[in-house]
């Protein structure tokens, strides 16, 4: 074995950023920091040949790693200047596993290893805080006993209740009625005394006894061995070995051990805890932004619970800044930051703490962002000459820019302002008030918009944060979770609202005057409608009309670079002439499916298609058709005129014709009424259009197989306004698209139709127009039969909501029930009606665009599922080698980054390639 | 250009059997009659290459064609002893079009094909018959001025439509309130007396003089060759081109054209029509078998309008047989009967027509016979060495022997006895009596049983018939449509049943006493059940019970030979010990799919599985799947015991959840009172279970995802009761079957639980039993990616119906709305639901047998979906190398021999190969 013990710290490291393997990520990635000159705690990494070695040998440590740990720890101690073991100046360490592949959560961590009744007492003397040093131990213990001497949690959890029972007797609280989590909400951690904490703390001994039969070992050096031994021995655990079967991690790859030195930023008031961004992560500006708490830990600042201070002048309350009580930490934080972002090439977001006026850094990485950040700070510094404009491109995550065009307030509406918080995600939310994860989530799935309102949030309430059109919180900072996560997610948030006081059921908004004098306050209950604006902070009551995006001139300047290097074109799906002007104005570059049946469902339309349902034979269908034509041409009319000189391809109606029949008693005899039948005729044709499974049911093509009269109408409609249109002198590039295909003799069937009836209109117009012929993908069979498909289709577009409903067997109107389960356990990576599941609907895909292809060399090809503006799945796409994606007019601009960040990374992009 | 005209007629003939490229399908099955020595009506057919020259000259019959026809006819006048255009012994043709494969209805056929007004008075004075000429030559119009003359029908049929107002005028018919289909049935054709058909011939050449500015062709020569160029036009006309697309038949394969004397078989009492078989059709008996109607044209035998007479004696009244009115005949007929017999090696079925005492066979084809007479004529043909083990294997279609496997009336059972007609197709029939085919398809759509009842059959019956449970016909013979129709169905006919009267709404039976006498009437509408015994051809009112199918020896010594064959396996699916026992009995050997949630409906038991519906968290669930365990257990341990020694594969619970939940409101509240909740909770479970597409929703494994309670207790009673057999000294081999999985994922947390719970299973038993752990392949997803749950699975078991559902995005339960139309038109050759759509959900199998194969090469392969017992299906696994077939145990019998004759088609049998 070659070295097997990594030091890193004070400025130096063994090894470095590429030895991932060896060290894993995290032992790598303070490595790499270090040797950039970067303080970070000082420590060791065992490697994972180790690990492999470990397991070698019956689970044994080997004897040249364990003689080799006193040298190692020895370093650490030169460098922070106190002692493993030591009673006065004691030295604590973490133990950490790391491995190549994130495995998040699946293996074991061990913090404040070293202590002992005696250390503790040290600890205590030395920080002058025997609150802090014992609790510290208590849960030293507990996770030691748990992760590295197997003993069940249960009793250690008594015996905390135990504790905290006891303490709410003497707190004076009336305790006898409430559960265990009630408990935990009346009697924190915190206010447990040190006595009690002795108490909780004997007590744990002596489970650890009885379970083990062994006391609880007091050695430092013991306990190291142990823990370094348990974190290789997690390497095995059952729910890492599940987990890497599911992610195809190999067994022998292991993993490494990392020892650290622990860094407390509540040792008193020359020490503290802070996180900052090199770039202000909200606008992008070239300002370092951050926030601290002063004698406080990490997890006080990222939690919310304390508001937090400032870190430069001129940002809040300058008396409390870290520029001003610390300024030489603060200059050597300004100094790191500078060197981290210089060194990554990006924006940082870092935590750090410093202990005894010592700063270290904790942890560097990309920082995240809103959308707007995003792209001011990769087109900043493209002009800074730091990246290439390539490298731009690839920088900005394309969803994110979503946020950008999504509609903010309208300034001149009307409102209703109930209070003032923290801009934490930008653009506009409105929804009804609910008060958990939850409940957002429930309600969002029926279809109710919801801002989610929380004293503060935590990881537990990611799945209701993501439902939300909103968040709101009482407490925390621009660092907070519920920020952070909220601008990760392009959410609106207003963090920090001090005026709004929230309980379990109800929140209560304190209301000021113009002079800041409190004038009352007012309930809000669950359902009620709140308006949140993420980029001001401010928070509404009712619902407040939005207005449409603007675009930063960066933004453009992006997209200007995005579509010199996109190979695929990207059209947009717009029902209505509106929606082509919408999309249009984001660059669409034609219609890539444009659902006729939308415009079914206008007042004065739906009588005459529900006529036409009724209709009990050709000539009564034909009466009803023919009263739909001209809707239908004056739509078809408009949208020829919006995307005038740019294709524009028209599915034929697609969904079964019950959806157009009302469901409820009085509509149906509403209906009855107007079109002069029974009710129990209207109630009987509703009973027999009934279907159980509706998305395999009489649709698509199949209702032109049966009723050819409504596709004869479509065609008519179609042929005729491109005539008018062109007899106008507008430039008309018609597609026809079926849907639902399967097989091709419904193609056969089809083409037939469409060319009788192109026939009979330019007759009629005493003129032609050219148009396209062609087919939906969306069924498995379509894919398979391609190469006959292509015979008859000039061109296919891959419908890939209804493909990936059929290739996976679910229906995405029922998947809820279990779909978050999947992504969740990792059954699927993402959610793949948001993104393609590649490896078998991708494969479809794939497979049809080369059968097609085999067939008919120049067929056109190109997706219009919602998966045609997700960024992973362009990406895709570029790959199986479309000829475009079409996706709704507000994602267009994201889809023509994807395909833009697509064509580079596949190298078929113009102008210079990859490795310029 | 070589020959382009072939003779045929007087036992000679130019071409044969071999030449269907050139002369069609009909034109070659003539000239080989001829050859035989078979009386056939003489003529000539022109070839298809004479019809591609005929296009290639700009649509002109070639010169030497046209020049070449006097003489071919005079062949014809020669033998048949008339002159084509003679006023005295008048000689009429058909002229018909007949290409390389068969395209019924495609093209154009026209009769009688030589009158003008003088030679139709010159065959009313030869044939004595001037209503029969005359009627023969106003069809002879109307049929040339549309085929040939292309004058739309239109004012045709007004013509015939005034000419009937005037006939029922004339008979004291009051008509005015007639529309024209009720007209038509009060007055039929029959009763247009000549002086009426000379009218309506005078209107039919005014309506052609007018339409085509010329007057009708009076010169014979002229009509034919306009009729053949019709002929060949018709190849082109547009249904025939759309048809030839859909079928994959080329164009330049081009059609013949055969011209062949017309005879008739009712020019008087030395004339006569009837059709005949080889072997008796229903019982499969070596007896010559035939009826026949002197004086009558064929259509009057097979439509059934007149009940006929038997041919030979002793099958009925005598004095009226064939063989005593017409012994010459009937001696002829006897001897071609053998010749063709011997000939084809096959039971034969023969139409053949009397002319003044002349005999012509018009056609022969093998007979369509019963299940039980397919069976006994090929196992008698192996002991009379006409054929041999492995021709008689694939002689009997494995569908037909459905019927031998089928209950039939319970003899003990008490009756009433309704009626007697003929036994047309064996087989016990009950439902409710529909009158139309259109009402017996919906009501067999709906899940009722329907007895169609029509006073005949014709071809648009079919569907209904398909539909029906058994078909009773008040007039028409064994040969009618509707017998032989049944027959080929296997569905239980009654025909000719005379005592019973049909009406549009109701029937209407006349009783008798056992002297034959009169006793009145019963009247039956709608609704109301009856019951056929096909067998008997008795009706029975009401419904009577059934026993199970008694085999007979032939099928015996058949299925032995079948078995020596084939290679597949044929399991059986059975829920239930009493199904294994069958199944075992009709020599299922395993059970390829055991439904564990069958088991769940049984009323002690749906109670369990509500309360874990309900159960609101993983111990309330725990609590309630621990009730369910010993019944599932008592299944499996009956499942096992009846399949001893047989492999068992169980698939885990599949349906969703809401299936097992009440719909109705009286029943919600029962359960609410049964599991002590409240109604409210009860309902709100149900809406939160309803599915939009349950098809594609929370099912299969992805139940066992969110709730793993289940599947765990399923694995441990299936491994408990192995446990307990086996310690019974009973072999047993459990498959564990997961259902619904689309990736590997899912089998990892379902093998990982099957593990766990073996471990402790086998653990708590203090015994060990080898299972086999493997997967459905039901969704495209799985097929393509079977590669990598062959890494899991040891099976793959294909549920072919819910690959075809997902594939073609066809809901089984809804398809009804257009299936029909599909297959109807040929999108579809067969339902795919009956038989595999092999380009497309074959397409799968073959991939998903591949990639799983590459993976785990021993990897076992099965199928268990219905086509598991449909023969087309069968043989499409015979070639993509699947293991086993697994289908219902009734069907057990059909898929061995199904699965033998694959076993020889695709040279796989055990003994001797094919060539033998």
Redesign the interface.
Known sequence: MARSIYFFGAGQADGDATMKALLGGKGAGLAEMSRLGVPVPPGFTITTEVCTAYYAGGAVLPEEVASGLPEAMGRIETIVGGGFGSKTEPLLVSVRSGSRASMPGMMDTILNLGLNDAIVAGLAARTGNERFALDAYRRFILTYAGVVLGVAREQFEEALVAARRKAATTLGVEHSRLNNAELERKVPDSVLDPEALRGLIAREKEIVLAATGKPFPDDPWDQLRGAIQAVFGSWNNHRAK?YR??NDIPESWGTACTVQAMVFGNMGDDSGTGVAFTRDPSTGERLFFGEWLPNAQGEDVVAGVRTPNPISKGRGDDARSLEVLMPEAFKQLMAVQARLESHFRDMQDMEFTIQGGSLYLLQTRNGKRTGRASVRIAVEMVKEKVITEHEAILRVDPSSIDQLLHPSLDPNAPKTLLARGLPASPGAGTGQIVFSADEAERRAAQGTAVILVRAETSPEDIHGMKAAQGILTARGGMTSHAAVVARGMGKSCVAGCSSVSVGRDAMTVTLYDDDGRPTGTKSFKAGDVITLDGGTGRVYQGAVPTVAASLSGEFGELMGWADKVRRMRVRANADTPHDARTARNFGAEGVGLCRTEHMFFDEERIEAVREMILAGDKTARHRAVDKLLPFQREDFIGVFKEMAGLPVTIRLLDPPLHEFLPQEKAQLEQMAQVLGVSVQEVVRKNEELH????????RGC?LA??YPEIYEMQVRAILEAACEVAAAGVEVHPEIMIP?T??R??L??MR?LVDRIAEKVFADKGRKVAFHFGTMI????AA??AGELAEDAEFFSFGTN?LT???????R??AG??LG??VD????AKDPFQSI?V???G??VEMACARGRATRKDIHLGVCGEHGGDPASVSFFEKAGLDYVSCSPYRVPIARLAAAQASLLAGSHAGPKATD
């Open positions: 599940v079967k599911m279907e159980f499974n509706p998305m395999l049911g009489h199949r197989i049966t639902l399967m097989t003799r419904e056969v069937v037939e969306e069924l498995p069979r398979i039969r209804d409903q059929t290739t996976l067997g679910i229906s109107d029922d029930k279990f389960a999947y356990t990792g059954i699927f599941d490896p078998g609907v494969a479809l």
